[in-house]
């Protein structure tokens, strides 16, 4: 389950000890909001021991949502890169290589 806004699960998880593994994170959601976006979204976090909230957060599923703001999607495309993005998808500085051939200062 994928959720669209994370402010669901920092509100939910405010009186939650951490550190916290998944299933307390999981149960004490469950006790909290049954049937929720947020409850359904935390009950599908890796498995693991999550030592605050930040972390949580991190870690639960995000809906790339078409009708975010720019500021938004660049926030999620910066903090929710997954391994094997393909290279023209990433965002990356310009090498200076470039700048050097638009210029012909290729030395040859």
């Known amino acids: 389950m994928r959720i669209a806004d994370t402010w669901q699960v920092e509100k ?7 550190p916290a593994s998944k299933q307390d994170i999981a149960e004490h959601a469950h006790r909290r909001a049954p049937g929720t976006q947020a409850e359904r979204a935390l009950a599908s976090l890796p498995l693991g021991t999550y030592d605050n909230v930040a972390e949580v ?3 639960v599923p995000i809906d790339p949502d078409p009708d975010r703001g720019t500021a ?4 999620q495309r910066h903090h ?3 391994q094997g993005l393909a290279e023209h ?5 310009r090498p200076p290589v470039q700048d050097e051939l638009e210029r012909g200062e290729g030395g040859a």
Do not use: C, N, P, Q
């Not at 998808?89 to 500085?93: D, F, G, L, N, P």
């Open 12 to 18: 939910l998880l405010g009186d939650l000890a951490f």
């Open 72 to 75: 938004e999607r660049v926030y």
């Open 57 to 59: 957060v991190r870690s």
């Open 89 to 93: 998808m990433r965002e990356s500085e």
């Open 80 to 82: 929710h890169e997954r």
